[in-house]
């Protein structure tokens, strides 16, 4: 199995920065892409970036421009830099990671959310 662990949520003021890191382990044998999801109360879960082990980057429209994803495929970890934060920012975020396990087996891996909350 693989694990997935988040650190660096919290409380922000509107414009404020917040730094989100999450380090995958276990039975790793490739990392494909490693990304970032939200999920606010009442809404369903969405994509907010997405960087793969090749280096292509997708961001939802919503946080081009203020967030940056970046990884450190040594160290199987993914980090997302949000900047101007505003009120609809807040959620919990998902770390998630596609992986192949061995050559043939690959699935999506999440961890355990970490609350991002924006006040006005």
């Known amino acids: 199995q693989v694990q997935l662990v988040e650190t660096g949520g919290g409380l922000v003021q509107t414009g404020g920065s917040l730094r989100l890191s999450c380090a995958a382990s276990?039975?790793?044998?490739?990392?494909?892409?490693m990304g970032w999801y939200r999920q606010a109360p009442g809404k369903q879960r969405e994509m907010v970036a997405t960087?793969?082990?090749?280096?292509?980057?997708y961001y939802a429209d919503s946080v081009k421009g203020r967030f940056t994803i970046s990884r450190d495929n040594a160290e199987n970890t993914v980090y997302l830099q949000m900047n101007s934060l505003k009120p609809e920012d807040t959620a919990v975020y998902y770390c998630?990671?596609?992986?192949?396990?061995?050559?043939?087996?690959?699935?999506?891996?999440w961890g355990q959310g970490t609350q991002v909350t924006v006040s006005s």
């Open positions: 960087k793969t082990t090749g280096g292509s980057t």
């Open positions: 998630n990671a596609n992986v192949n396990t061995n050559w043939d087996d690959r699935s999506d891996y």
């Open positions: 276990g039975n790793i044998f490739r990392i494909n892409a």
